[in-house]
Structure formats: structure tokens, C-alpha cells
């Protein structure tokens, strides 16, 4: 199965590993992956393009009007078409929400090319209650009729599609997964001394900004100070001073380590060194957490998780860890310090974390899934 693909998503190569599992899977799998010539990421930084390593993996760069705007996005490339059709896709999938002009474009070039293949979208869903603007709404009208199937990132995004009434096969299925690193024991050991961590090692990862909860962490953390723990957090935003005067407050500035500084590559070697993840999102007004995916990072490296019931979070971590409700500082404490001083369930959440993700989380997981749904998309009848 050849499959044209338009995303930004798969301007970096550890996402590439998807569609490089993907065309393992049988010789006439290929994939053409249509990305724009870079994107500014709220957490990394600028992204430039990167080549994928697989010779049917096809990268084709493309000029992008308003890139880093995933709505208003779209890729201008003089032999697009040209391309598309030289590659005989069997299925156009985009991987924007269905307002979006890309997902516009894309159903324009399945219309286009040869046999017409069938369309589909990718969507995580957007905010309850959310009311677009009327042109976006009618774009997503349209890739709505237009659309054989659609991939759903989380349960939220699977509700709101039937609300709106699409009447085709929803598929749920993560857009990325992650690789299992090969000897996360001794990675762990090199970065404890680089970093002077020592005790129980518990970590946050990902934007430093309100909803993610790093201030609540923070409070938590405050009320177990005597006990022997070090706390670093890795990432950037506006609250990285916030968070440094709370840990001073408490007079545990020398437990705390601000690493703002990892590209993604770096954040998963840091990961190997936490002996716990705490991820303590909560859900705002226009935000909730679409999926986590430093969970199912930190799980493949051997790291227990604790979270909160906001957005895919409870959802991601299954029985693999511990949930609590969002914004109970009360709570997140008692967990913490449960996983503080108990070694046993740590070793145990560790192992269920790891097999977790060698079942639903991996790449070639991943891979597998989604081809099959790709074959149900391919062989669709065109009216729900």
C-alpha cells in the first residue's frame, strides 16, 4: 500500500519511525511524506527538515504559508502534483484536525489524482464547547463529507467527530510511538552524575506554563522535604522562575535542577535517570492534555508514572501507573510520597510501564494498526 501523507509531524526523524515500520512491514508498502520547510515548536525550538533513513519512506519538502500555525498551514511545492501522481498513492491521509487548510489541500489532491484515491484526516479535537469561527467551520464540513476515514489521537477528539456527524469508521490509534531503548541502565547511571542526583529521582518533563501543573508539583513536593529526593525538571517557559522562588521558599533550592537546554533526543536520555515521572496536567477553559506522550516515553525507558485524570492521561497510563485527580495538591503528595517509599511498587509500576508500551506503544505497534485500518480505508465503500 502506498500512502501520501501531509504533516508537519514528520519533520524529525524519530517520528519518521512510524512510516520506516510501516513500509517493513510488507515490500509494497511506501509511504510520501509531505512536510514544510521547518516549524517553530513551542518546547524545541525551530525543527528543520530531516531525511528519512528508509529508501520507501519519501520526504518531499515543501514552501508553507503560516508555518507553525497548524490551522492556517499550508504547503506550496511547484511539483506537488507532479510527485503525488508519480507516486500513485492508494490513500491520502493528513495528519491536521479537519478545519485546517491542509486537510483542504489534501482532499484537493486526492480529487486529482488518478482513481481518485480515498481521503482521510488525522485529528486530536479541540477544547469542549469550543465554537469555531464560520470559515472554519465549513472546511471542516467539508473534509467531513469528504473524508473515508478518520484517525482520532484520543477518545475527546472520537466524541467530537460523532458529534459533528461523521458517519465513517473512526480509527483510534496514537499518531507516534516510541522506541525501546536498548540499555537504559547504564545511560541512567552516567546522567545521575552529570546532573548530581541522588535519592529517589523524581522528574517532570515538558513545557513550563500553568496548565501542565509544575506549580502543583511543586507545592506537593514542598510538604516532603524530609525526605531524600532531587527533582529535575526538563524544559523552558515562562514559570521557570516561579518555580525556582517556590523551591527557595521552602528551603529546597538544592534539590531542584532546571534543565531548559534538551533537544528530544536528549530529553529521552534524560528520562533513563528519573526513577519517577510525575505528569500533573489539568484541564483549562481551552486546553486539555490531548495524550501525553513523555508518558509512554518515560514507561519504555523503565520510569514509573504518576499523573492526573486530565484529558488522555488516565487513558494513557492504564494500570502501568498511579492517576489522581487533577489540581488536588492533597493528593499528588500522597502519591509521591508513596512511590518515594516504596522501592517494591516502583520496580513493579516500572515493569507494567515497559510492557505497556511493547504492546500498544512502540513504533512497529503502531505501524501494524495502522496499516490494517489503512486497508479497511483503502478498500471502503465511498458512502457511510
Not at 533513513?53 to 507553525?68: C, K, Q, W
Not at 500513485?88 to 488518478?114: F, M
Not at 541502565?185 to 500553568?210: K, N, Y
Not at 494513557?316 to 489522581?324: C, K, P, R, S
Request: positive net charge.
Amino acid at each position: 500500500m502506498r500512502v501520501l501523507v501531509l504533516s508537519h509531524t514528520y519533520l524529525r526523524r524519530f517520528n519518521q519511525r512510524k512510516w520506516e515500520a510501516f513500509a517493513d512491514l510488507s515490500p509494497g508498502h511506501a509511504a510520501m511524506l509531505v512536510v514544510p520547510n521547518g516549524w517553530s515548536d513551542p518546547h524545541f525550538g525551530h525543527v528543520e527538515p530531516e531525511t528519512p533513513a528508509h529508501p520507501r519512506v519519501r520526504l518531499l519538502v515543501a514552501r508553507a504559508l503560516f508555518r507553525g500555525h497548524g490551522t492556517l498551514t499550508f504547503h506550496i511545492h511547484p511539483r506537488l502534483a507532479l510527485a503525488a501522481r508519480r507516486f500513485r498513492p492508494e490513500v491520502v491521509l493528513v495528519e491536521q484536525e479537519p478545519h485546517s487548510l491542509l486537510a483542504l489541500q489534501g482532499r484537493w489532491l486526492a480529487r486529482l489524482l488518478p482513481g481518485c484515491p480515498p481521503f482521510a484526516f488525522f485529528a486530536w479535537g479541540g477544547p469542549p464547547n469550543c465554537r469555531r469561527a464560520l470559515p472554519l467551520r465549513i472546511l471542516e464540513r467539508g473534509a467531513l463529507r469528504a473524508a473515508r476515514a478518520a484517525f482520532a489521537g484520543n477518545q475527546a477528539a472520537c466524541d467530537q467527530l460523532r458529534a459533528a456527524g461523521f458517519g465513517h469508521p473512526i480509527h483510534r490509534i496514537p499518531q507516534v510511538g516510541v522506541d525501546l531503548p536498548d540499555r537504559p541502565d547504564l545511560t541512567r547511571r552516567q546522567v545521575r552524575r552529570e546532573l548530581g542526583l541522588s535519592g529517589v529521582v523524581l522528574g517532570f518533563a515538558g513545557r513550563l506554563i500553568p496548565e501542565k501543573g509544575v506549580l502543583d508539583l511543586a507545592e506537593a513536593l514542598a510538604g516532603l522535604g524530609h525526605l531524600t529526593w532531587t527533582f529535575p525538571v526538563i524544559g523552558r517557559g515562562p514559570l521557570a522562575e516561579a518555580l525556582t522562588l517556590r523551591f527557595r521558599a521552602a528551603a529546597l533550592h538544592d534539590r531542584l535542577r532546571l534543565v531548559n537546554d534538551a533537544d528530544h533526543q536528549r530529553v529521552g536520555v534524560l528520562l533513563t535517570a528519573l526513577d519517577v515521572l510525575v505528569l500533573p496536567s489539568y484541564a483549562t477553559a481551552d486546553w486539555a492534555e490531548q495524550f501525553g506522550h513523555v508518558l509512554i516515553e518515560a514507561m519504555a525507558a523503565g520510569c514509573p508514572v504518576v499523573g492526573t485524570d486530565s484529558g488522555e492521561i488516565p487513558h494513557v497510563i492504564g494500570d502501568a501507573g498511579i492517576v489522581v485527580p487533577e489540581r488536588d495538591v492533597g493528593k499528588l503528595r500522597a502519591a509521591v510520597r508513596q512511590v518515594i517509599e516504596d522501592p517494591t511498587l516502583r520496580a513493579r509500576l516500572a515493569a507494567r510501564g515497559r510492557m505497556r508500551v511493547e504492546r500498544h506503544f512502540t513504533h512497529p505497534v503502531i505501524a501494524r494498526r495502522l496499516a490494517e485500518c489503512l486497508e479497511r480505508v483503502r478498500t471502503r465503500p465511498a458512502k457511510p
